[in-house]
């Protein structure tokens, strides 16, 4: 394979690459932000008991609001490990491609498919991310006073 063949076949890959880069940082922030709920919800475990009281009942929504997060956050990870993978099969693929000198028709729907695959991953993903810093935001209006909490927190779209 001649050199400048071989440069080529290395731009078309780098691109789909970036994107593989970018999707692992989203991934740490999703599941920095997975721990902070585990780790709060521990927390405020044992603060909930049977007396009841205006106290306990913020903490109940508190934790209700942990289980929301929690669940969309393991969700958008999911799909932005998905999103991962089909970025991953596209850049492998179109390494393969290129250098078995395929016909873009023979591999052609394959790479399609992995690169809509990809982006539909990271839409969910994305959206679930932003669904979940609506639910913080709804959760921390609850341990604020009511003088201190200016505007109400946006109501989330989902």
């Not at 290129?98 to 873009?104: K, L, P, R, Y």
Request: glycine share 10%; charged share 15%; net charge positive.
């Amino acid at each position: 394979m001649p050199l400048s063949d071989f440069i080529r076949l290395l731009e078309l890959a780098v691109s789909p690459a970036i994107l593989v880069s970018g999707i692992g940082l989203l991934l740490l922030s999703m599941t920095n932000r997975f721990g902070r709920v585990i780790d709060r919800a521990r927390f405020l475990l044992p603060s909930l008991g049977p007396d009841g009281g205006d106290r306990a009942e913020r903490i109940a929504a508190q934790m209700r609001i942990l289980a929301r997060r929690a669940r969309a956050l393991r969700t958008a990870i999911t799909l932005a490990v998905v999103s991962l993978l089909a970025s991953v099969l596209l850049v492998a693929g179109l390494f393969v491609a290129a250098a078995c000198g395929s016909e873009a028709s023979t591999v052609g729907g394959g790479l399609v498919a992995c690169f809509v695959t990809s982006m539909v991953g990271l839409i969910g993903a994305l959206g679930l991310f932003l669904y979940e810093l609506n639910l913080s935001l709804r959760a921390l209006w609850l341990e604020l006073p009511a003088e201190c909490r200016g505007h109400p927190p946006p109501k989330p779209t989902f």
